[in-house]
């Protein structure tokens, strides 16, 4: 899948992005396993804890639609790379594999590119949980 497309994506969530407080619009978008496309934006709630990242939503919107593995996500917010926060990476990690790729977009068009394990070492998944033939 074109990367453009990944970024077009992205960049309509931003567009739409509930961030009265903040002012940090972010957008998301997600490449299932299936080559299909689910976007999020962040959405802001006065009592700032209740709040959903864009990241967050997106993979809602993947799981509602039946995607289950992450093949890409692509986030965007300001001039710098915006990077999941703790709690996102997490659930990335929920979803993601040894392959999945995690793509931070800056203001001027520079792309990282990370897997998993680069921004969360160490971690734990549902691969962890799954029951051991006996």
């Known amino acids: 899948m074109d990367l453009r497309r990944l970024i077009e994506a992205a960049r309509a969530a931003q567009g739409n992005a509930y961030a009265p407080y903040s002012g ?12 299909r496309i ?11 804890p ?5 990241e967050s939503n ?4 993947m799981v509602v639609a ?4 992450i093949r890409r996500i692509l986030i965007l917010g300001g001039a710098a790379a915006c990077p999941p926060c703790g709690g996102c990476r997490q659930r990335i990690r929920e979803f993601a594999d040894a392959e999945t790729r995690i793509l931070l977009v800056a ?20 691969d962890l949980f799954r029951p051991t033939q006996g």
Request: overall charge negative; some cysteine; proline content about 4%.
């Open 50 to 54: 209740l709040g959903h990242c864009a």
């Open 58 to 61: 997106a993979i809602g919107a």
């Open 107 to 126: 203001g001027d068009g520079g792309v990282s590119d990370y897997r998993i394990d680069d921004l969360l070492p160490d971690s734990f998944g549902p």
């Open 38 to 48: 689910h976007r999020g934006a962040n959405v802001e709630n006065a009592a700032y």
């Open 66 to 69: 039946g995607g289950r593995t």
């Open 24 to 35: 940090f619009a972010v957008g998301a978008a997600i490449e299932d396993e299936n080559g």
